[in-house]
């Protein structure tokens, strides 16, 4: 009896030895998926308490209240303009403050707060998408003058982030550069506003069909860039973002000049086509002809110009369209696409 109990003790010591084996095997192999899931949780949390930041500086433009979207047409689902409108960030500069009737904060204070870099890099937004304002009203300007500097530590921060990285990052004994990537201006105007603009533009047509019509448009955006900058700087950093796999894709992107940033602001600064001074400005005129562009019901750029247009004549239509819109809306007073009050 004695041996006997002793191998059932043994036994039962060597399934639970194993058990706990299999459970500590269990937990090593789950602790990496673990530090992510964390990871992930902390980044949430991060963000989620960033948009309470947001939204109460929202108020704080708006006397306390929250901010009345923007009004937009009723675009047919999958069209230009259903697609811009309810893209991600276009849709959250569409409840930013409206520059007409907002409280703006000194520039004393704006600089002070990423949280207001955010809010003020959406109004802008805003301003040129949907409330028919230009880079040269008094309260873009303003803004676009107290954001400027910072988008210029903005982009510095880049250079020396990628410097960094080059070192060995982390292996390295240098200080990692820190800036807040989330809310700088460049950011959100370029990565964010941009390339949502110009997923909605592109669509699914093919993206050499895109280039044609798209270079005349942008010749007279910016003054002393071309069109063509402007376009492949566009196109190479939706392709970051997005598979391209359209008859032709691969060919127009080893054909145009692209560096690897997903960002058409960065990539123009890259190529020395515009100064860090400039990078702003710039993004706001080429953001207005994008949206301008995507103000239709129909599915398709191509389909809605071409038949009507050849693309050399595309950038006249377009600027003399888009001036009698303006114009129109103007003298009816606040429409469709000029925003609600705050």
Same mark, same amino acid.
């Given at each position: 009896m004695g041996r006997a109990s002793n191998r059932k003790k043994a036994r039962r010591r060597a399934e639970q030895s194993a058990r706990q084996a299999?459970?500590?095997?269990?937990?090593?192999?789950?602790?990496?998926?673990?530090?992510?899931?964390?990871?992930?949780?902390?980044?949430?949390?991060?963000?989620?308490?960033?948009?309470?930041?947001l939204t109460a500086a929202c108020?704080?433009?708006?006397?306390?209240?929250?901010?009345?979207?923007?009004?937009?047409?009723?675009?047919?689902?999958?069209?230009?303009?259903?697609?811009?409108?309810?893209?991600?960030?276009?849709?959250?500069?569409?409840?930013?403050?409206?520059? !007409? #009737?907002? =409280?703006? +904060?000194?520039?004393?204070?704006?600089?002070?707060?990423?949280?207001?870099?955010?809010? /003020?890099?959406? $109004?802008?937004?805003?301003?040129?998408?949907?409330?028919? !304002? #230009?880079? =040269?009203? +008094?309260?873009?300007?303003?803004?676009?003058?107290?954001?400027?500097?910072?988008?210029? /530590?903005?982009? $510095?921060?880049?250079?020396?982030?990628?410097?960094?990285?080059?070192?060995?990052?982390?292996?390295?004994?240098?200080?990692?550069?820190?800036?807040?990537e989330l809310d700088g201006p460049v950011f959100l105007l370029g990565a964010c506003a941009l390339v949502d603009?110009?997923?909605?533009?592109?669509?699914?047509?093919?993206?050499?069909?895109?280039l044609d019509l798209l270079q005349p448009v942008l010749d007279g955006a910016v003054p002393g860039l071309l069109g063509r900058d402007i376009a492949d700087a566009i196109i190479g950093a939706f392709a970051t973002h997005y598979r391209c796999e359209q008859p032709g894709d691969l060919e127009v992107l080893e054909r145009i000049r692209r560096p690897d940033s997903g960002d058409p602001l960065e990539n123009l600064v890259a190529a020395n086509a515009v100064s860090a001074q400039d990078v702003l400005p710039v993004g706001l005129r080429v953001l207005s002809v994008l949206a301008g562009l995507c103000r239709s019901g129909s599915v398709s750029l191509l389909q809605q110009v071409l038949p009507a247009a050849q693309s050399e004549d595309v950038a006249a239509a377009f600027h003399e369209n888009e001036s009698a819109a303006v114009v129109g809306d103007r003298r009816r007073g606040p429409t469709s696409i000029h925003a609600a009050y705050c």
């Open positions: 299999t459970l500590t095997t269990q937990l090593w192999r789950q602790e990496p998926m673990l530090q992510v899931a964390a990871c992930l949780q902390t980044f949430s949390d991060e963000i989620a308490k960033r948009d309470e930041g108020r704080a433009w708006c006397g306390g209240r929250e901010p009345g979207p923007a009004e937009v047409p009723k675009w047919p689902s999958g069209s230009l303009g259903d697609r811009l409108v309810s893209s991600s960030h276009i849709a959250k500069a569409r409840n930013a403050p409206c520059l !007409l #009737t907002a =409280d703006l +904060p000194s520039a004393a204070m704006i600089t002070a707060d990423p949280v207001q870099w955010s809010v /003020a890099s959406y $109004a802008l937004i805003r301003a040129v998408v949907f409330d028919g !304002l #230009t880079v =040269d009203h +008094p309260a873009v300007s303003t803004l676009l003058q107290t954001l400027g500097p910072i988008a210029e /530590a903005e982009l $510095a921060y880049g250079e020396a982030m990628e410097d960094w990285l080059n070192l060995g990052g982390l292996e390295s004994d240098e200080h990692e550069p820190d800036f807040p603009a110009a997923s909605a533009m592109i669509g699914d047509d093919a993206l050499e069909g895109i």
